[in-house]
């Protein structure tokens, strides 16, 4: 089992940039695929990134790309997602999740931080 903590939401004007971190609490983090979510008000949670147990490969939803950039640093077992270029409807609560057997579904995730973009 593992547990995730987010950090670095915040408030920031359209065109500006945050860094997400997750946390682990896990040495072996490296073994686990992991994700970022976002679920705006009103809204379903949707898809924004992904980076595989290596790190080798990336994944983005069509909204984010070229915007947004997932990366990993195992040995701080950490995953981040850098965000430029925000717009209002970036805004949302960002989860991140993660799992040990699959990128298609989910099985740990953090309780979430907010990221509200001002126009």
């Known amino acids: 089992q593992v547990q995730l903590v987010e950090s670095g939401g915040g408030l920031v004007q359209a065109g500006g940039s945050l860094r997400l971190s997750c946390a682990a609490s896990?040495?072996?983090?490296?073994?686990?695929?992991v994700a970022w979510f976002r679920q705006a008000p009103g809204k379903e949670r949707e898809f924004v990134a992904a980076v595989s147990w290596s790190g080798g490969s990336t994944y983005y939803a069509d909204s984010v790309k070229g915007r947004f950039s997932i990366s990993r640093d195992d040995p701080k077992n950490a995953v981040y997602l850098q965000m430029n270029s925000l717009r209002p409807e970036d805004t949302a609560v960002y989860y991140c999740?993660?799992?040990?057997?699959?990128?298609?579904?989910?099985?740990?995730w953090g309780q979430g931080t907010q990221v509200t973009v001002s126009s």
């Open positions: 999740a993660a799992d040990l057997s699959t990128m298609t579904t989910y099985t740990y």
């Open positions: 896990r040495r072996t983090f490296s073994n686990y695929a």
